[in-house]
Each structure stands twice: as structure tokens, then as C-alpha cells.
């Protein structure tokens, strides 16, 4: 149980538990679970935000603007819950992409989606903050001293929520340390490469401009068919699980080159994963190509690859080593 949010939990009763419940689709004990692990995690995500100075601020504003008297209305506040938006937008704010590693990580263990129950206990909790902010007189620095203090508090509780917290922020710094390993540019770089080998595809046999957004649109989706089932703290799912949509072959001037060097930066930084990133290019090749049938006239006697399109395909193969 919390220390600092003891008032808070409280003020839950089995009889709101189920209400949540009932409108989230859970037992009430599986809510009250979620919310114990949802302020642990709450608490340890806003002392990692409060690392930098702009999270400091950032934390403090929220807090601020947080409603105090939430608590006095919870009844209310409840019988208004909708459903997991909120929660998605906690969790990124405090996560970032991480978000999603969070998330599945404790459904994993739990079978239960956090994110409506943060989407729930988020507001609670920056209004409880507020709320004893004005009774004790603190600053920004004071209310910082005590969210660590309870956050290393939390992290060393033998619990099972509190270990599975602790697994699941693990988890989150594993793939920030991975991530580490690219500057911000490279890891643009390597997000692009099925773009490259789309464009490689496009370029070696061009198409009408709608048939080369089909060809586009089929890389895409072998792309998000590829990531679908990795591992979350993998570096294909930081890479592409939190969407697609914004990759573009715009701007590459030579698509084999702009792929073998997203490779070789993948190769650098993550050995283990190169292979399963050299394929995924392959397979984005062939979604691209395979997508229009070239040639033929009216629709008759064209080919699902064209020999120049297997040329480039062969090239991408050669250049990566696959």
C-alpha cells in the first residue's frame, strides 16, 4: 500500500471498486488491484519525469492546474469515467513511446489493461498532490522531495505489485538504453529503412502515381504484420509499434545505399536484432512489389513482379548479406 496517497486509497470503497468495475468490464478486486499497482507505477514515473528540470516544471504546472477538491466529489468523479484516452495520454506523458512496453508488460502479468485505471486515478492523484500542496505550504522543490521519497519508498516494497512495478520500469529502461545507443538521427535513419527499399522497388519499374501509393500502402502493412508479435522491449516494436503512418520515401537520392546504412547502423548497436531487420527490409521490398500487377494491357498479361522490380530485390539482398 502507498504511503503518501494512504488518504486517497482510503477513501476507495469495495462498493466503488465495483462500480469502476462494472463500467470497465472487471471484478471490482481485479480494480482494486489495478489501482494499487497504478499509483506505484503513477509515483515511480513522475520521480523518473522529475530527473530533469523540465519534467520538475512540467510536474509542478499539472499539479497546480490538478482539481484539489477532487477527493470531496469522488462519487461524482466516478460515476463520469469513460473510458482509456485518459489513461493513454498519462502514460505517454510519463513514458513517452515507453507507454506501450508499460502497458503490455502488466497485462502480461496481470491480464489486465492499466490504462483506464490510470486514466482514473491520474486526476486523483495530481489533485491529492494540489490538495497537499496548499495544506503544508510546499514549493515545487518540496513536493519534488516527496514524490522521490515515496517513489524509493515504493521501489524497495516486496510486494507482488511492487515487484512487478519494478520489472515493468526495468523493462522501460531497458529499451531507453537501447534506444541510447542511436543518436537522434540514426534512429530516424534506421525508423526509414523499409522506406529505402520500398523506393529501391518503385524506382527500378515506376508506376502511375496512384499504383505507387498502393505499392507505399503494402509496405506498410507487411511493416506493421512484421512487428505485430515481437517482443514489446525488442527494437523492432520501439521502432515501429507505435505506428507507421509518418515514415516517407520522400527525399531518398539512392535507396539502396540510404537501406545498406540503416542496416549497417542496426548491426552496430543492435547485432542481435540485425538479421530480423534486414528481413523486415526484404519483406517491405516484396510487399511493395507484389502489390500492382506492371505491364500487360488492360489488365491483362502484367506481372506481379517485373524482372526489373526482382533485380532490385536481389540487390537489396546482396547488399544487406541475407
Known amino acids: 500500500m502507498s504511503t503518501m496517497f494512504a488518504p486517497l486509497e482510503a477513501v476507495m470503497t469495495p462498493e466503488m471498486y465495483a462500480q469502476v468495475g462494472q463500467r470497465f468490464g ?18 515511480r514515473g ?9 519534467g520538475q516544471v512540467k510536474i509542478s504546472e499539472a499539479v497546480q492546474q490538478a482539481d484539489a ?8 468523479f466516478l460515476g463520469s469515467l469513460t473510458g482509456g484516452d485518459a489513461g ?12 506501450r512496453v508499460v502497458v503490455s508488460a502488466i497485462k502480461d502479468a496481470t491480464g489486465l489493461d492499466i490504462t483506464p ?84 522497388v ?21 511493416l506493421r504484420e512484421s512487428v505485430k508479435d515481437v517482443a514489446p522491449t525488442s527494437m523492432l516494436a520501439a521502432l515501429y509499434q507505435a505506428g507507421v503512418d509518418d515514415l516517407t520515401g520522400e527525399g531518398i537520392t539512392d535507396a539502396l545505399e540510404a537501406a545498406k546504412q540503416a542496416a549497417a547502423l542496426v548491426e552496430k548497436n543492435v547485432p542481435e536484432e540485425a538479421r530480423a531487420y534486414k528481413e523486415l527490409l526484404v519483406k517491405a ?15 491483362i498479361g502484367g506481372k506481379k513482379v517485373t524482372a526489373e522490380e526482382q533485380a532490385a530485390i536481389d540487390a537489396l539482398v546482396a547488399a544487406l548479406g541475407v
Open 26 to 43: 472487471v471484478p471490482g478486486e481485479m480494480v482494486q488491484k489495478g489501482v494499487n499497482i497504478g499509483l506505484m507505477l503513477l509515483t
Open 46 to 54: 513522475l520521480s523518473m519525469a522529475a530527473d530533469t528540470p523540465e
Open 69 to 76: 477538491g477532487l477527493l470531496g466529489n469522488l462519487t461524482g
Open 88 to 99: 493513454t495520454d498519462v502514460l505517454t506523458r510519463l513514458f513517452g513511446d515507453e507507454s
Open 117 to 200: 485505471i490510470v486514466g482514473m486515478i491520474g486526476p486523483l492523484v495530481l489533485g491529492f498532490l494540489n490538495s497537499t500542496m496548499q495544506k503544508e505550504g510546499m514549493d515545487t522543490n518540496a513536493l519534488i522531495k516527496k514524490i522521490k521519497s515515496e517513489a524509493r519508498s515504493v521501489e524497495r516494497r516486496k510486494s507482488d505489485e511492487a515487484t512487478l512495478v519494478n520489472e515493468v520500469l526495468g523493462k522501460v529502461t531497458e529499451v531507453r538504453q537501447m534506444k541510447g545507443r542511436f543518436s537522434a538521427q540514426e534512429w530516424a535513419q534506421v525508423r526509414n529503412g523499409p522506406m529505402a527499399a520500398t523506393a529501391l
Open 202 to 222: 518503385i524506382a527500378a519499374s515506376p508506376s502511375s502515381a496512384g499504383k505507387t501509393a498502393q505499392e507505399v500502402a503494402a509496405a506498410l502493412d507487411s
Open 285 to 299: 521490398a516484396y510487399a511493395a512489389a507484389e502489390a500492382v500487377k506492371e505491364g500487360g494491357f488492360l489488365g
